[in-house]
């Protein structure tokens, strides 16, 4: 079945991102998937995990309400093309993970285009083709069914806890403040992340 996600909220999902491209695509059908399987979620009730840093993060933050600031949107850089999402009153998740074959042809060609591009510049005509393949792609990304899509599995960790209020402590080598569960001991003193790397380095 095509994306079920009414057009003026893919419009406004678009705008939001700042362009239409394959990624953001991905995002929308993700997050109608979590949608669907918890339709009447508050946005503080989901928790997403994402995997990738990619452009459809852009389109589960919108659509979902799962965000940064809430403490329910979680970055985890492992470069996978999947997403995992919690309804905190039920514990329930599901992980959503891009198939390998959902680019299909389309996408084989495009990503021949693409390496090429990054040793050679494509001629007028080839970037004529990249583009239209590009939109071919979001064009199937959009109106394949979530199963053909995705595979659906449990999530391979538990539900993240919700956010915490934790004390401040002073680095002692630039005197910011920094949360205590972000900062390091090294020498008996406590140092933020990133004097903790400098000073890690000199010993």
Same mark, same amino acid.
């Given at each position: 079945? %095509?994306?079920?996600?009414?057009?003026?909220?893919?419009?406004?999902?678009?705008?939001?991102?700042?362009?239409?491209?394959?990624?953001?695509?991905?995002?929308?059908?993700?997050?109608?998937?979590?949608?669907?399987?918890?339709?009447?979620?508050?946005?503080?009730?989901?928790?997403?995990?994402?995997?990738?840093?990619?452009?459809?993060?852009?389109?589960?933050?919108?659509?979902?309400?799962?965000?940064?600031?809430?403490?329910?949107?979680?970055?985890?850089?492992?470069? +996978?093309?999947?997403?995992?999402?919690?309804?905190?009153?039920?514990?329930?998740?599901?992980?959503?993970?891009?198939?390998?074959?959902?680019?299909?042809?389309?996408?084989?060609?495009?990503?021949?285009?693409?390496?090429?591009? /990054?040793?050679? %510049?494509?001629? %007028?005509?080839?970037?004529?083709?990249?583009?239209?393949?590009? /939109? +071919?792609?979001?064009?199937?990304?959009?109106?394949?069914?979530?199963?053909?899509?995705?595979?659906?599995?449990?999530?391979?960790?538990?539900?993240?806890?919700?956010?915490?209020?934790?004390?401040?402590?002073?680095?002692?080598?630039?005197?910011?403040?920094?949360?205590?569960?972000?900062?390091?001991?090294?020498?008996?003193?406590?140092?933020?992340? %990133?004097?903790?790397?400098?000073?890690?380095?000199?010993?």
């Amino acid at each position: 079945m %095509p994306c079920t996600i009414d057009s003026a909220r893919i419009e406004a999902t678009i705008a939001f991102h700042g362009h239409w491209c394959p990624g953001v695509a991905i995002g929308i059908r993700a997050a109608e998937s979590a949608l669907r399987r918890f339709p009447e979620a508050a946005d503080t009730d989901l928790v997403a995990v994402v995997e990738t840093d990619m452009c459809g993060v852009d389109a589960i933050q919108f659509l979902t309400g799962c965000t940064l600031g809430k403490g329910n949107l979680i970055h985890r850089d492992y470069g +996978k093309m999947a997403f995992s999402f919690f309804h905190r009153p039920s514990t329930d998740g599901i992980r959503v993970l891009l198939r390998r074959d959902a680019r299909g042809e389309i996408g084989l060609k495009l990503d021949a285009l693409q390496r090429q591009k /990054q040793t050679t %510049p494509l001629t %007028p005509d080839q970037q004529a083709q990249e583009s239209h393949l590009r /939109q +071919k792609l979001q064009d199937r990304f959009m109106t394949l069914s979530l199963n053909d899509l995705f595979e659906f599995q449990s999530p391979p960790s538990p539900m993240p806890r919700g956010p915490q209020i934790q004390e401040s402590l002073t680095c002692a080598a630039c005197g910011e403040a920094a949360m205590e569960s972000r900062t390091r001991r090294c020498g008996g003193q406590t140092y933020c992340i %990133p004097c903790f790397a400098a000073v890690d380095q000199k010993r």
